[in-house]
Nanobody, 114 residues
């Protein structure tokens, strides 16, 4: 069993920054991929950024240049540095871990509003 826990969400004003963290625990070893997804009210869940076990990264067009994804394998933790936040970034952010199966965290709320 693999457990995934996100943290770091909150309420900020446009232009501010937040950093999200996602930690995986349990029976997980090397070779797992990680990603951030988000779901805004009334919208489908969408991929925000992902990082493979080989540290290859990919971003949604809407966040490229503003968000940075990275991971620390020793801590089994992934981070999402979110800069220049916009109201349209408001959503619940979910961590996804793929290791033989796909595991999701419970999500963390990010609200961007003036």
């Amino acid at each position: 069993q693999v457990h995934v826990v996100e943290s770091g969400g909150g309420a900020v004003q446009p232009g501010e920054s937040l950093r999200l963290s996602c930690t995986a625990s349990g029976r997980i070893f090397s070779g797992y991929h990680m990603a951030w997804y988000r779901q805004a009210p009334g919208k489908e869940r969408e991929m925000v950024a992902r990082i493979t076990s080989a540290f290859r990264t990919d971003y949604a067009d809407s966040v490229r240049g503003r968000f940075i994804i990275r991971r620390d394998n020793a801590k089994r933790t992934m981070y999402l540095q979110m800069n220049n936040l916009k109201p349209e970034d408001t959503a619940i952010y979910y961590c996804r871990v793929h290791f033989q199966e796909t595991y999701w965290g419970q999500g963390t709320q990010v609200t961007v509003s003036s």
